[in-house]
């Protein structure tokens, strides 16, 4: 007897589809990025800013041109159905409802992977002035901030190893802490920690270091994700960073070895952290 082919049910191949375009699309911008003209002003700006060609290799950073309607283009010539990009965050619908066009323009992109390494969002950065500095994908059927921790496919297998996590307050502090051999760090994506989080982290390990900003928002952050952990049963540490700076900022200046020996070598309990908060 013949077999049937497992067909697709129309949710599944939603899914799909929205994990392909975000795929190409990262591929895209990834290309604009490190073989093109149009990319170079913000290469140079990453190369600046203490980014390497690994990490930029490594993360698949990209650039977004500043155009209306490339990325609409690049998907209506693939094929691929307006109402389901527009629904997985990559393109929004005029207001009179004529066409669509581009949600990131002229900013250097940062994709967002999940559990297995699919892109399912994107964070882009402003190349010069303007508001916001930072851009996320809004929330889709793929892309759950409360649930997703940046980095996590990358730091999972040496989360493991040390059984110990960094958990640090913005992507890009992920980045430059991997840079400088802290391997082991996840980020919330511009969210508070949630349980889901924590749940996440559990999966994995028993002690987790919070490496927050050294401003009054991360200090209170930092506490407030020290109780949940606490709570949660973990062995909490705090590195504390150097007064208004964050660790992007610290490696930058300091380099990968300062940040290792003098930030995350030098944690502190998060009973001793307490005490210093109060």
């Not at 882009?124 to 851009?135: A, H, T, V, W």
């Not at 407030?224 to 150097?242: K, Y």
């Not at 380099?255 to 020996?261: A, H, L, N, P």
Request: aromatic share 12%.
């Amino acid at each position: 007897p013949s077999i049937q082919p497992d067909i697709e049910s129309p949710a599944k191949r939603e899914h799909r589809q929205m994990i392909e375009a975000h795929e190409l699309l990262r591929k895209l911008y990834h290309h604009i990025l490190v073989n093109t003209n149009d990319g170079q002003k913000a290469l140079e700006y990453l190369l600046k800013r203490g980014f390497t060609q690994e990490s930029i290799e490594k993360y698949q950073i990209g650039f977004a041109l500043n155009s209306w309607d490339f990325a609409v283009k690049f998907f209506i010539k693939r094929d691929f159905p307006a109402p389901i990009l527009e629904k997985a965050g990559l393109i929004i619908k005029r207001e009179n409802n004529d066409g669509y066009f581009d949600r990131f323009r002229n900013r250097i992109m940062f994709p967002i992977f999940d559990g297995k390494g699919n892109t399912i969002a994107f964070s882009g950065r402003m190349l010069g002035p303007g508001e916001p500095k930072y851009l996320n994908s809004p929330e889709t059927p793929l892309f759950n901030k409360s649930k997703i921790l940046y980095n996590y496919h990358f730091a999972r297998p040496k989360m493991r190893k040390l059984q110990q996590a960094i958990l640090f307050e913005g992507f890009a502090d992920c980045i430059a802490a991997d840079r400088a051999g802290v391997e082991n760090g996840v980020a919330t994506m511009g969210t508070s920690l949630t349980e889901d989080h924590v749940a996440l982290i559990r999966r994995n390990v028993q002690q987790v270091t919070l490496c927050y900003d050294g401003d009054d928002a991360g200090i209170e952050a930092a506490y407030r994700a020290g109780e949940m952990l606490n709570e949660a049963g973990f062995q909490v540490r705090v590195a504390l960073m150097p007064e208004g700076m964050d660790p992007d900022e610290y490696i930058a200046k300091f380099g990968g070895d300062k940040f290792q020996q003098e930030v995350i070598g030098q944690s502190q309990t998060f009973m001793s952290f307490k005490l210093l908060y109060f």
